[in-house]
């Protein structure tokens, strides 16, 4: 499931409420279903979530160019939908791509950043924190 910033914003905001939106994250979780049971290890998990969070990276070379592609999990309902967009968004991107995309003014336009609990809010920062890591390290 590839997703732009604009289709995020657009997506969000077409639904009423945070009651609808929080459903529309938990939706986006339940479709992100590839991840491998056996990823569920300590060298994927991120640090810094309340949740239990698994963030794997896939360098593919395509036409010379190195691009980084992302499956992502978790134990929480609401956190599977914010590691959907996180790895929606990012996925296929080039590092540079990555390390430039404006993400949290994004989540700010939508006003994610302000309807999540601080531990939820730390989380995602952990989440976004770990991908350009990766970013920076295998790109």
């Known amino acids: 499931m590839a997703m732009d910033i604009?289709?995020?914003?657009?997506n969000f905001e077409m639904?009423?409420?945070?009651?609808?939106?929080y459903r529309y994250l938990?939706?986006?979780?339940?479709?992100?279903?590839?991840?491998?049971?056996?990823?569920h290890t300590p060298q994927w998990k991120i640090t810094g979530?309340?949740?239990?969070?698994?963030?794997?990276?896939?360098?593919?070379?395509?036409n010379g160019v190195k691009h980084l592609y992302f499956l992502g999990d978790s134990d929480a309902a609401i956190?599977?939908?914010?590691?959907?967009?996180?790895?929606?968004?990012?996925s296929g991107k080039?590092?540079?791509?990555?390390?430039?995309?404006d993400i949290?003014?994004?989540?700010?336009?939508?006003g994610l950043q302000e309807h999540l609990s601080?531990?939820?809010r730390n989380g995602l920062q952990a989440m976004l924190d770990k991908i350009k890591y990766y970013a920076q390290t295998l790109g």
């Open 6 to 10: 604009q289709e995020l914003q657009d």
């Open 79 to 90: 956190v599977k939908g914010l590691i959907a967009i996180v790895v929606a968004i990012f």
């Open 94 to 101: 080039t590092a540079d791509e990555i390390l430039n995309l």
């Open 15 to 21: 639904l009423d409420d945070w009651e609808d939106k």
């Open 104 to 110: 949290d003014d994004a989540f700010s336009h939508i």
């Open 118 to 120: 601080p531990s939820r």
């Open 26 to 39: 938990i939706e986006l979780g339940e479709k992100n279903v590839n991840f491998p049971f056996e990823l």
């Open 49 to 62: 979530c309340q949740s239990q969070v698994w963030i794997v990276p896939e360098v593919k070379v395509e």
